[in-house]
């Protein structure tokens, strides 16, 4: 079983940046592709970043592409999401998400077996 935890949401100015952390318990962290998803108010879940085990291959949706990064750190057990340039089209709730196996179809919400609780992230215009 996973767990995942989400941090680092908040209330910020269009322009701004925020990072996202999600820290993942157990041992397996190293075998997992991890990703971020994001629900805004009466929209469906979308498909925000992801990347594989070891952080060398990522994808990102291109309304975030140029202005988020998504890295992580192995010996931490930790996700991150770099968010810069905000825009209030990204006040959402962002989740972390997770998967054993290797990265396939990243932007498939199916595809993930673990969820974080979710983080809001809010930007004023």
């Known amino acids: 079983q996973v767990q995942l935890v989400e941090s680092g949401g908040g209330l910020v100015q269009a322009g701004a940046s925020l990072r996202l952390s999600c820290a993942a318990s157990?041992?397996?962290?190293?075998?997992?592709?991890m990703g971020w998803f994001r629900q805004a108010p009466g929209k469906e879940r979308e498909f925000v970043a992801a990347i594989n085990w070891s952080g060398d291959s990522t994808y990102a949706a291109d309304s975030v592409k140029g202005r988020f990064t998504i890295s992580r750190d192995n010996a931490k057990n930790t996700l991150y999401l770099q968010m810069n340039s905000l825009k209030p089209e990204d006040t959402a709730v962002y989740y972390c998400?997770?998967?054993?196996?290797?990265?396939?179809?990243?932007?498939?919400?199916?595809?993930?077996?673990?969820w974080g609780q979710g983080t809001q992230v809010t930007i004023s215009s």
């Open positions: 998400v997770a998967y054993r196996g290797p990265i396939r179809d990243p932007s498939t919400r199916y595809r993930y077996d673990y």
């Open positions: 157990g041992r397996t962290f190293s075998s997992l592709t």
